[in-house]
């Protein structure tokens, strides 16, 4: 099974509580982080793949090994292999560090690395899944996936904004946990939900 999610921000402090860009009411980045954790792992098992479209964490520590770390051990509790795509609070040095602690799960690497995106077929559809948001023109089966724009939706019905924050969440029939994947039924209806809601407007 493959699910999708972006803008996880493990260790976030400035994210905490009632602020204008992504609010989360948590009192501690460590409640935070186990609440990610443990809705993650309610939903995802470990034989699935999670496609995470970048800004893993924002933690920054002097020496940088000791966030590296801490971040390390976050994503080694969480279930499934994890296909990583570079998000702009990503560094391609952590991404090294993440390279040589990598490990078999499935017998595939827990880890797998992409600087800009990737293209995966689901549905009959091509999602075209990135960390910013794409602006492809008029395109047919084509749905780019991508984070970024935290609780923000871009006003085109081709993207979808599937970072944990996002309001496009509101298209599901359920209230998703906080920081749980989107499942591949989620993003179904998801991409039918932004359709029906741009269509009537007309």
């Known amino acids: 099974m493959k699910f999708f999610t972006a803008d996880t921000h493990f260790f976030h402090k400035d994210l905490l509580g009632n602020n204008a860009f992504a609010p989360r009411p948590f009192p501690l980045v460590e409640v935070m982080n186990q609440t990610i954790i443990d809705n993650w792992n309610a939903r995802v098992k470990p034989t699935d793949t999670v496609y995470h479209l970048g800004d ?15 971040v390390y051990n976050v994503l080694k509790a969480l279930n499934g292999n994890l296909i990583l795509i570079k998000g702009n609070h990503d560094s391609r040095a952590f991404f090294k560090y993440l390279k040589k602690r990598n490990f078999e799960v499935n017998g595939k690497p827990k880890f797998e690395f992409h600087d800009v995106g990737v293209v995966i077929k ?6 075209y899944m990135t960390h910013y948001p794409m602006m492809m023109g008029i395109v047919k089966q084509i749905i780019n996936l991508h984070g970024h724009i935290h609780h923000y939706s871009v006003n085109v019905k081709e993207n979808l904004n599937v970072g944990i924050d996002t309001p496009e ?5 359920y209230k998703i946990p906080f920081g749980a994947p989107f499942s591949e039924a989620d993003i179904e209806q998801m991409i039918k ?9 007309g």
């Open 56 to 70: 893993i964490a924002l933690y920054f520590t002097h020496p940088a090994s000791l966030s590296n770390e801490a």
């Open 122 to 127: 689901m549905n009959h559809r091509q999602l």
């Open 169 to 173: 969440k509101d298209y599901l029939n």
């Open 193 to 201: 939900g932004k359709r029906e809601d741009f269509a009537k407007r």
